[in-house]
């Protein structure tokens, strides 16, 4: 079995595909996603936030960490569908915070701004009610966050 | 498949780097938008402040009236807005002339508010009441200005300042002081300051300030300034201007006439404050006797 620890909880690997791993640990109630590539397909995409569904509603998972810092590229449509269409079902599901780390990189951060301006010109702001979303800079942060 | 995965993530590369211009374009173009916004509301503010700057100008008195009641005579008021809060004012009476400088807390916009105020109260004092004595004046104005601004709703509004009244026949100068600055000047270069109380108008609604009197001799010259002068920071090492550099100076410029002395003190002001922003009000008044 797969564990990896941070701040003394151990996670437990739940998923590895070609672009992403998924731990969880059981205590905190908490999902990390790993991006393990500079790019993740919206197919894979797609598949590992489905994963992640299937998580909140079997482990009652409340938080889940997205750790972005491998990517260096940042793709729209994924963004979009995570935003309109997997984010609002998982509020119903239980999820309460999301948090993501994104690249050391100021160009990314400027993309990904750019990224949300337009979903919000496409969908209003209020697309991002329900599930808090937080930036941390590591795992350690966000489960001090919840703790 | 590593290839089309390469190929996907190139064109989600060119995605992004399109997406990310045409965010940061659309914020330049709001950018300029707001700038150009701003721009007009600075203008509007700037030509609005330039206007009440000419209207304050207009109530300070004219130096050739000055020199009507005294050998000699200049002022500078430098507000640090353009309006602010020092102001001096003189006014005929059956016995001489009074005169006086005064300056409002803060500067800016209610500065110049609270000075306009308090010169047309003092004129009103003096002109329908008939009051010429600086003790009464200041206290009156002492009293009015706490019973308007400073009651039991609110504490805006304060005062320095000094008020003399001259008899040219007597060659006697009356003043009474709240925490004004004041210096007299010997034709000898001798230099004493003169005493004042520590409280400011609208402290206190029933302060008794003092009333003083002295004696002046012909080539004597008094000095009014606000804090505004002496509290500049400048310098080599961000220090105050202070009241014993102004003395020194003053005292090697006895024998001038008041404009040489204004522009002196004028020149060795701008030269101590430098590149660092006026700190205040600063207003400074020479007559000789």
């Not at chain 2, 130096?63 to 002022?75: H, Q, V």
Request: one cysteine or more.
């Amino acid at each position: 079995m797969t564990t990896i620890n941070f701040k003394g909880y151990e996670f437990t690997l739940e998923n590895k595909g070609p672009f992403s791993s998924l731990y969880f640990n059981k205590q905190l109630k908490m999902a990390i996603c790993f991006a393990d590539e500079e790019y993740i397909p919206i197919d894979n995409f797609k598949e590992m936030f489905l994963h992640i569904s299937g998580m909140i509603e079997k482990l009652e998972v409340k938080h889940l960490i997205f750790d972005k810092q491998k990517l260096r590229t940042f793709h729209q449509p994924s963004m979009e569908w995570y935003f309109a269409v997997w984010k609002p079902e998982m509020k119903n599901k239980g999820l309460v915070n999301h948090y993501k780390i994104l690249p050391k990189l100021d160009w990314f951060e400027k993309a990904v701004e750019a990224g949300k301006y337009e979903i919000f010109q496409k969908f209003s702001k209020e697309i991002l009610n329900g599930i808090t979303i937080t930036y941390v800079n590591s795992v350690e942060e966000a489960i001090e966050d919840i703790s | 498949m590593e290839a089309s995965y390469l190929k996907e993530q190139l064109q989600a590369k060119e995605d992004m780097l399109a997406q990310t211009t045409r965010f940061l374009v659309q914020m330049q173009n709001d950018l300029e938008e707001k700038n150009k916004e701003l721009s007009l509301v600075n203008k509007d503010i700037f030509d609005s402040i330039s206007f009440a700057s000419l209207i304050q100008k207009s109530l300070l008195p004219d130096t050739d009236i000055l020199k009507i009641f005294f050998k000699d005579a200049s002022f500078r008021v430098m507000q640090q807005l353009g309006i602010g809060g020092d102001t001096i004012f003189i006014k005929n009476t059956n016995k001489g002339v009074v005169f006086g400088l005064l300056d409002s807390t803060g500067h800016g916009i209610p500065a110049a508010l609270l000075s306009i105020s308090g010169t047309l109260l003092l004129k009103e004092l003096m002109t329908s009441m008939e009051i010429d004595n600086p003790q009464t004046l200041l206290n009156l104005l002492n009293f009015q200005l706490h019973k308007t601004f400073n009651n039991s709703k609110s504490s805006i509004a304060h005062k320095e300042g000094i008020i003399f009244s001259y008899c040219s026949t007597k060659n006697t100068l009356t003043y009474s002081s709240a925490k004004g600055k004041a210096l007299l000047l010997k034709a000898t270069g001798e230099i004493n300051e003169l005493p004042n109380s520590k409280l400011s108008i609208g402290d206190e609604p029933n302060a008794a300030f003092e009333l003083f009197e002295i004696s002046i001799s012909p080539g004597d010259k008094l000095i009014m300034y606000s804090d505004g002068l002496t509290d500049q920071f400048g310098g080599d090492n961000n220090k105050k201007f202070s009241r014993e550099r102004l003395k020194k100076l003053l005292s090697n410029k006895s024998g001038e006439t008041a404009s040489d002395i204004v522009k002196a003190v004028e020149e060795e002001f701008a030269r101590w404050k430098g590149i660092n922003g006026q700190t205040d009000d600063a207003s400074f008044m020479i007559l000789e006797f």
